[in-house]
């Protein structure tokens, strides 16, 4: 399969570089064509190649030879509804996307779905992740220098370091690290549960009907949902509490049915909902 590391020239997603890029490339199409952008988001032209990377990982924008870039359908009902991307529903879609995206972001495909280790030094992650690509590189050459810089600009993407002098303004922190999904401490990490306030039940929604699309389904086990590749559980960071407590939420408003009888554990779909008009639904109401 494809593997891509470090299409983002290392530059962490930045405060603003989304909505920015969403914005070009809705007054211009071929934006990227032109000095790779970089005059038109105002910045230098490797962080413009960043940009473009990270729209197109996450779904936001996708590209034909002949048409330039395009807004896919959740990219324009989130840039109509919250332009500057302020709510934190939109980053949630994103980073599901993202992780998602096996062939765009490798790194974060295989450390949020494949790797078991909720605690882990930078190094111990990168041993394993390096481990788990050569293997979907069937044999082919892994840079491990740049394995090094995916998994440094993972982590800094959803770590934030508050240090003496922390600035809330600095727009070189991400804005996934308010998703809560990686602690650090010392030198260690931590995958989190992310809290209940931040991970609504429409993003629950969005991730759960994504893996019913992803894999064709219309039932699956509560166990698959916790631990399978793709799963919400894996991809939101949720224990078997959590994902149970989201499960019942979204079968008292209707969308699934819960059988936990004679050990069943199963989800069945009751309504299959759309992906954009999930975020259309969550937009109207807020």
């Given at each position: 399969?494809?593997?891509?590391?470090?299409?983002?020239?290392?530059?962490?997603?930045?405060?603003?570089?989304?909505?920015?890029?969403?914005?070009?490339?809705?007054d211009n199409g071929k934006v990227f064509s032109e000095n790779y952008g970089a005059d038109a988001l105002g910045v230098g032209s490797n962080m413009a190649k960043a940009i473009r990377y990270w729209l197109k990982?996450?779904?936001?924008?996708?590209?034909?030879?002949?048409?330039?870039?395009?807004?896919?359908?959740?990219?324009?009902?989130?840039?109509?509804?919250?332009?500057?991307?302020?709510?934190?529903?939109?980053?949630?879609?994103?980073?599901?996307?993202?992780?998602?995206?096996?062939?765009?972001?490798?790194?974060?495909?295989?450390?949020?779905?494949?790797?078991?280790?909720?605690?882990?030094?930078?190094?111990?992650?990168?041993?394993?992740?390096?481990?788990?690509?050569?293997?979907?590189?069937?044999?082919?050459?892994?840079?491990?220098?740049?394995?090094?810089?995916?998994?440094?600009?993972?982590?800094?993407?959803?770590?934030?370091?508050?240090?003496?002098?922390?600035?809330?303004?600095?727009?070189?922190?991400?804005?996934?690290?308010?998703?809560?999904?990686?602690?650090?401490?010392?030198?260690?990490?931590?995958?989190?549960?992310?809290?209940?306030?931040?991970?609504?039940?429409?993003?629950?929604?969005?991730?759960?009907?994504?893996?019913?699309?992803?894999?064709?389904?219309?039932?699956?086990?509560?166990?698959?949902?916790?631990?399978?590749?793709?799963?919400?559980?894996?991809?939101?960071?949720?224990?078997?509490?959590?994902?149970?407590?989201?499960l019942d939420n979204l079968a008292a408003l209707n969308y699934i049915t819960v059988n936990r009888t004679a050990g069943l554990d199963m989800v069945y779909l009751k309504k299959n909902i759309p992906l954009n008009?999930?975020?259309?639904?969550?937009?109207?109401?807020?």
């Amino acid at each position: 399969m494809a593997i891509k590391l470090k299409g983002h020239e290392t530059f962490t997603i930045r405060e603003g570089w989304l909505d920015k890029g969403l914005k070009a490339v809705s007054d211009n199409g071929k934006v990227f064509s032109e000095n790779y952008g970089a005059d038109a988001l105002g910045v230098g032209s490797n962080m413009a190649k960043a940009i473009r990377y990270w729209l197109k990982a996450g779904k936001f924008i996708e590209e034909s030879p002949k048409n330039g870039a395009k807004l896919t359908d959740i990219a324009k009902i989130i840039k109509d509804n919250d332009e500057y991307l302020e709510d934190s529903f939109a980053l949630w879609i994103y980073h599901i996307n993202l992780v998602f995206n096996k062939d765009m972001a490798t790194t974060w495909y295989l450390f949020f779905n494949e790797t078991n280790m909720d605690e882990f030094t930078k190094e111990e992650i990168e041993y394993i992740i390096l481990g788990k690509m050569q293997i979907l590189a069937e044999g082919k050459k892994i840079s491990e220098r740049s394995l090094r810089d995916d998994i440094s600009v993972l982590l800094n993407m959803y770590v934030k370091e508050r240090i003496e002098d922390y600035d809330p303004e600095e727009k070189k922190i991400s804005p996934f690290a308010k998703l809560g999904l990686i602690k650090k401490d010392r030198d260690r990490y931590f995958k989190t549960q992310p809290d209940r306030e931040v991970l609504i039940n429409e993003v629950f929604l969005y991730a759960l009907m994504k893996y019913f699309e992803e894999k064709s389904k219309d039932s699956v086990g509560i166990d698959e949902l916790l631990n399978a590749p793709l799963s919400p559980g894996r991809v939101l960071n949720l224990k078997r509490i959590a994902l149970n407590e989201y499960l019942d939420n979204l079968a008292a408003l209707n969308y699934i049915t819960v059988n936990r009888t004679a050990g069943l554990d199963m989800v069945y779909l009751k309504k299959n909902i759309p992906l954009n008009e999930i975020v259309e639904k969550y937009y109207e109401k807020n």
